[in-house]
């Protein structure tokens, strides 16, 4: 039997020789069309550095690249900018509150059971965040306020912007919450787990990459993809040896230790593959205060990184997780500069991407179900793969 592609499915060409039209379930399903919405993501540093007292020509250099560039609304005001969860939080100035390591029963580590112990672990790191007093809501709010009324006396000219990213956000109901998720899962990331079950967490966390939402903050993600380019680094290096130093220089650049190096880099990740919400990915253009150079080398080195992982995958694996990594929407990055101003933004989805030679052995079988578990693929793609009705 031979078959046609039609409208991106597939649908068998074997008809009635007296029927004047197919039947009703040889047409393919219309795929709903989803609005794609752009987002404009500002890094907290550079938040702060436009909100500075003094910094009103900043502020003003700002808005004219907007305009430049075609960002600003139609009246010349501000586009839908926005902080994410935890760069809210740093711009609030609230460091995440430190607590004792969690101990887990000897009968939640068991080999194999790595879902049993990250459950526990987020079941028993959750309610620490949130009794956590500097993190209540009406803390949260009285510090959003009490920055907001310093700067209605100082800048009043950034109000407009400090609204937009921090007074809306405080003012809904149950604003915290993903500042408390993701803080919890960002513990998840950095808890130590015996040896016997690294493997499989850490495929767990490279799936937060496909399917998590706001529950998993880009810091979190960041520092999943650090860990790929560490283990992808030296046969990338063995590889391309023609570009060693381009490698070496992508190196230094994801030399990351610190949680505020982390969340640098947030803007990085949402950019290559989009902002993740209910319908899927929307593309986003972020706003960094690196130079260009250093965004570009950040960039390529992160898409690296994911491409040596996703090429030790096997193919039938592959293609059952492959309707998420379609949804990805590369966005840009603009450098941001002293004055205010930036530079046109970088085209994460242009850059080049290096390779290393695959594998010969796929990843652990039990890794493997791990990430694909975490996505959600069943057992049979077919019921994966269906296109919406």
């Given at each position: ?6 409208k991106g499915?597939?649908?068998?060409e074997?008809?009635?020789?007296d ?9 393919p399903?219309?795929r709903?069309?989803?609005?794609i ?5 500002v890094?907290?540093r ?5 909100c500075?007292p003094?910094?009103e020509?900043v502020l003003?250099a700002f808005?004219?690249?907007l305009a430049?560039h ?8 501000l586009?839908r900018?926005?902080?994410s ?7 609030l100035?609230?460091?995440p509150?430190?607590?004792?390591p969690?101990?887990?029963p000897p ?5 194999g ?7 526990l672990?987020?079941?028993l790191?959750?309610?620490k965040?949130?009794?956590?007093l ?9 510090r959003?306020e009490?920055?907001?009324?310093t700067?209605a006396?100082?800048?009043?000219d950034a109000?407009?912007?400090?609204d937009?990213?921090?007074s ?14 993701q803080?919890?899962?960002?513990y998840l990331f950095?808890?130590s787990?015996?040896d016997h ?6 495929q ?14 880009g810091?979190s993600?960041?520092r999943a ?9 030296p046969r ?9 130093a ?13 949680r505020?190096?982390?969340l640098?880099?947030e ?8 902002y ?6 929307n593309p986003?253009m972020?706003f960094?205060?690196e130079?260009e150079e250093k ?5 390529i080195?992160?898409?690296s ?5 996703l090429?030790?995958i096997?193919?039938?694996d592959?293609a059952k997780?492959?309707?998420?990594i379609e949804d990805?929407?590369p ?7 002293e004055d205010?101003?930036?530079l046109?933004?970088v085209?994460t989805?242009?850059?080049p991407v290096y ?5 010969s052995?796929?990843?652990d079988?039990?890794a ?8 959600g693929?069943?057992e ?9 009705d």
């Amino acid at each position: 039997m031979q078959e046609a592609a039609c409208k991106g499915t597939i649908v068998s060409e074997l008809r009635a020789r007296d029927a004047k039209s197919p039947p009703y379930w040889q047409y393919p399903k219309a795929r709903r069309r989803r609005r794609i919405k752009n987002h404009f993501l500002v890094d907290s540093r550079v938040f702060r550095h436009l909100c500075a007292p003094g910094r009103e020509p900043v502020l003003a250099a700002f808005r004219e690249s907007l305009a430049h560039h075609g960002f600003a609304s139609a009246d010349g005001s501000l586009p839908r900018l926005k902080l994410s969860p935890l760069g809210l939080l740093a711009v609030l100035g609230v460091d995440p509150p430190r607590f004792e390591p969690i101990l887990l029963p000897p009968d939640t580590v068991k080999s194999g059971e790595y879902l049993t112990a990250m459950t526990l672990v987020i079941k028993l790191a959750e309610p620490k965040f949130r009794d956590t007093l500097e993190l209540q809501s009406d803390a949260l709010r009285d510090r959003a306020e009490a920055l907001r009324a310093t700067l209605a006396t100082v800048r009043p000219d950034a109000l407009d912007l400090y609204d937009l990213c921090v007074s809306e956000i405080a003012a809904r109901e149950g604003f915290r919450d993903p500042i408390i998720r993701q803080l919890a899962f960002d513990y998840l990331f950095r808890y130590s787990f015996p040896d016997h079950l690294r493997e499989e967490v850490f495929q767990f966390f490279c799936a937060s990459l496909f399917a998590a939402g706001e529950s998993v903050a880009g810091l979190s993600k960041m520092r999943a993809v650090k860990v790929l380019w560490d283990r992808a680094y030296p046969r990338l290096l063995k590889t391309n040896l023609a570009s060693r130093a381009e490698l070496q220089a992508l190196d230094r650049e994801m030399k990351l230790r610190t949680r505020k190096d982390f969340l640098g880099r947030e803007s990085i990740h949402h950019a290559v593959l989009g902002y993740e919400t209910e319908p899927g990915f929307n593309p986003v253009m972020a706003f960094a205060p690196e130079a260009e150079e250093k965004i570009r080398a950040r960039c390529i080195a992160y898409k690296s990184a994911l491409r040596v992982f996703l090429d030790q995958i096997t193919p039938s694996d592959l293609a059952k997780i492959s309707y998420k990594i379609e949804d990805w929407k590369p966005g840009s990055v603009a450098p941001c500069l002293e004055d205010g101003s930036f530079l046109p933004p970088v085209t994460t989805g242009d850059l080049p991407v290096y390779t290393a030679e695959k594998k010969s052995l796929p990843l652990d079988r039990a890794a493997a179900d791990a990430l694909l578990g975490a996505i959600g693929v069943e057992e049979e793609a077919e019921a994966v793969l269906e296109p919406e009705d």
